[in-house]
């Protein structure tokens, strides 16, 4: 998830593209990375859904698992002094003398992975904002009494809303029926209208419905806020991003902290580590083929955000000194990341339970505020005060990721993989062209997600996107190290290390392959492998239409190639080998891992 930072300063002269300055240290890449911790508040209650009691585990073996991969990302960005973009465009250049058509795809992964952080930021924050102006009183709220009191009598034994509740609820007495439908009558009689407005909606077959409503407008709103932000460039941008790191992460870590030292840990909620035995069953299952399988969707979701600090060792073009500074960055911002979702998530389910975290506030996010709360407080002010964090962590990461993707963009088109158009750069030396793209794009995605079920469908989509990046970036950790063994590298990854997260790729094939169907949506795999092949005709045109064949001088200068030169294939057939392994474990894992009935 790349982005640059205050020194990232964009000049221009006439006749001359506009360059990159070096003037940042390895603190500024780590303040750039603290947007990645409040992820885990995006799916922590899907989760919990999926592993049930295992759900602590599995963002614990995640985020090891992105700890260790971190280090071929730290070996493989000093290669490149002179881009910014990101990992995926450092690693994209050793599939060039393989296939053309690897490294376009590797990079569009990354993107369309990552941007829908603006989109689902936006959805969460709406969801924060209907509830703080228009709420949906509670059951036994005095006004919900007082509509009882005034119109309950409508209800009688005979009412058809009472016995077609008792028809669906069997056993039922016909005096809680009538309670029952009394309250929700009340409910619906007292829910301000706009919580049920929506101006139309579109169903897209195989896809989804995209919803017009509220949630939409909201989001839409709040992202066009942003957009003007980041508009005037990134330097106030990355200067925001580090007073509200403070801000968020400080009382996010003592959230974390305080249920371990006041003893409201409960030891049965993270004991017994076992899958549910179906998807939000809330209940204790086994480790069957069924339970491998929430297991494994659990741990592909996780990757969406327990990776993300790979944001760290983005900036080697920027960075004073990448031979101290990148290694410093990952480091220090995997630490940083490791202390959130190892502790956020146990003392999350020690006081909730995997049962208590299956509350629909907790699963789309919108209540997710109110639990941290009460985590350390019942106060009624100190809720406040976390519905007020949790918004401005939201947008803090969804600056992070519209700095980020958008730059991505940037650096594609620069390299000659994207289209021209998006490597147009502001006075402000904000990638504007880019920067549209990117919010066109995740107008159409807020839409999609502005209802709790499409908000994962987005997410299982996306992270398709992801972990085909990551399996193509770690193996392209040994392939630089067979072809471009030369280059001189600022920091070098142990030899066994590179081993590890090569073996590490194949596993996030497994999870791709087993954890995509576990979202609710038994073709989201295929959707996300339709949606990685859109970029192969839009390479084509710019590469063979536009550019001739051949790229533009500087997307392999730091390799010491130059005049179309791709380089001497010495890995030979082993590539092509890990790319036939990868896809044969994804089909075998989709075949094999089933969800439980």
Known sequence: MPSDTDAAMFTEASGESRKLQRALDWRGAFWVAAGVPPLVLFSIGGIAGVAGQAAFVVWIVSMIMGFSQSFTYAEIAGMFGNKSGGTSVYGATAWLRYSKMIAPLSVWCNWFAWSPVLSLGCA????????????????????????????????????????????????????????AVQSAAAIEALTPAVRAWEAFNITIPGLGTLHFNSTFVIGAILMLIIFAIQHRGIASTARAQKILAVIVLVPLFLVGVVP???????????????????????????????????????????????????????????????????????????????????????????????????????????????????????????????????????????????????????????????????SHVNDHGAPTNAMWTDLGFNLFLLALASDAGGYFYVLAISNVGYLTFNFLNLNAGWIHRIDSGHVKRPWKAPTWLIGVNTLLAFVNALLLGAGAKVWGYSGALWSGVAFAALILPVFWFRHYVQDGGKFPPEALEDLGLSNGDLGERKAGFLPYLALIVGAAIVLWANWFFVLPE
């Open 124 to 179: 969460i924050a709406a969801g924060y904002i209907l509830n703080a102006l228009f709420g949906i009183p509670a059951e036994n709220s005095q006004p919900v009494l007082d509509w009882i009191a005034a119109n309950g009598a409508q209800f009688t034994a005979e009412s058809q809303a009472v016995i077609d509740y008792i028809a669906a609820n069997a056993g039922t007495s016909p005096d809680d029926a009538i309670a």
């Open 260 to 422: 371990i030292l006041n003893g409201s840990i409960d030891a049965m909620n993270v004991t017994d580590i076992v899958p549910p035995t179906v998807a939000y069953g809330g209940d204790a299952g086994s480790w069957n083929i069924g339970g491998w399988t929430l297991f494994l969707g659990a741990l592909y979701i996780a990757a969406w955000s327990t990776y993300g600090f790979e944001t760290a060792v983005c900036y080697t073009a920027e960075m004073k000194d990448p031979a101290r500074d990148t290694f410093k960055a990952i480091f220090f911002s995997g630490l940083l990341c490791m202390i959130f979702f190892f502790l956020i998530p146990f003392s999350f389910q020690g006081v909730f339970g995997a049962a208590g975290m299956l509350d629909p506030g907790i699963v789309d996010g919108t209540g997710i505020a109110a639990a941290l709360g009460s985590m350390v407080s019942h106060s009624n002010i100190v809720t406040q005060v976390f519905v007020i964090l949790m918004i401005m962590a939201l947008f803090l990461a969804i600056m992070t990721a519209m700095a980020g993707s958008s730059r991505t963009l940037y650096q594609g088109s620069r390299d000659g993989w994207l289209p021209k158009y998006l």
